[in-house]
DNA sequence: GTTTTGAGGTAACTGCCGTTATGGTATTTG
DNA sequence: CAAATACCATAACGGCAGTTACCTCAAAAC
């Protein structure tokens, strides 16, 4: 009974590529290409995918295929199915930050920007977001990204209703903070219709909705 | 070369058992128990199954497990995963449907009941509702039922909010359609996040929220 | 009693998935 | 040049899925 040796030790796993970062660089090897804008591409692709089959049916083989390259890629970087996911989530949330700091002008405006936003690239964003949030029930991790994500959403949009309201131009007897529920609670709504029934946001619906919206939170005595 | 018999014919799919209805009745096996109630159970735990699961985690293995048998009953009382799945969509909306035609009242109290409906049994027909919704998106057949019933759905609330209107209980500064697409949309938009930060839906929270809400749509030369 | 039929269990078949191990190649450092 | 390393393709493994074929058993009709 000599013979146990045939644990490998598990060979610590051969990538350092855990965040998003660049490889330590100390190595040296080939030259490190642009590690981090091969893995950003591999996040567009994978958005792309999730937002066209779902969570479940963008795996990892489908991600490499559409991305011309083999599981191998996918796998060195991303440890993970579960670590590509996060990426595209947390990508997403900042791309969202990022168009929401963007926005300073006045509600309207920023609406409406923001659904031209959603509808361009085919919209893949919006459709990948939907799906993720679906999947965000499920799993745990996810979910707590989404209720920190939302939260500073839901803040940042109250405060500056807050100002707006300050300013006369929202409605001040509903709280800020209600108004902001509410608005966000109709974003998301028309967030899940958009993929079913496009054609309900053809432009003129569309210039109808953001303008009811506007009437519906502003002050109430305005002109008419 | 005589042999070339093990083709088998196909066998006529053995079950007559395509609709919810009654297997005929007119041969003379077994006394058909109660075919409807048996599959309406199963109905009943796939919901469950799905509210928990998702869609793609509800297997056809998962659910006979919960319903205690095994896929051979599963299978003989749907055709396909796909018709189960089906069977749970149209239950949802007929459930939904009634709900909505058993409310006569007034916005207010229809919505509090409403949420109230949605938080008893564990909310699984709402969990179950927001992952086939996401589902509805990857495929078409479902699709096409969501945006039937979505219309009715908005028609019926669009209906319902005209005649507010000219009993001067509702604002008359938005077109009734408008008024009940963003209710609609509020509604989904709550949908998607009690799952997600049921925390936000306690007692006091919702009655917060509603009220708001029936403060949005109120006429404006209402109190204060 | 025999046959028919409703009801459902068992298990095999095929296919896709995530994971992991391994091997190969190009490039940079020494 | 040689060694080390970043990058990636290939392929195997185990698991779970939907579907389908087959088998069993009880009850009703004859």
Redesign the pocket.
Known sequence: MAARNNL?L??A?????IPGEM?????????????AA?RAELVKVAIAVVAQ?GF?????????QRA?????????????????VLAIVEGLWDEWDSYLAATEDDLKSGFERFLNWAKADESDPWLAGFQLIAHARLDPAFATIYQRRYAHYRKTLATRLAKEQRRGKIRSDIPADLLADQLCAMADGWMIMFPIEPERFEAERMKALLDAMVVLVSPRDDKL
Do not use: I, Q, W
């Open positions: 490998k598990k060979s796993p051969r990538s350092p590529n490889p330590a660089k100390r190595g040296r090897g080939r030259p490190a290409g642009d590690h091969k089959e479940s049916g963008a795996s990892l083989r489908k991600v490499a011309g390259c083999t599981t191998g890629a996918v796998t060195y970087y991303f440890e993970n199915k579960e670590a590509m």
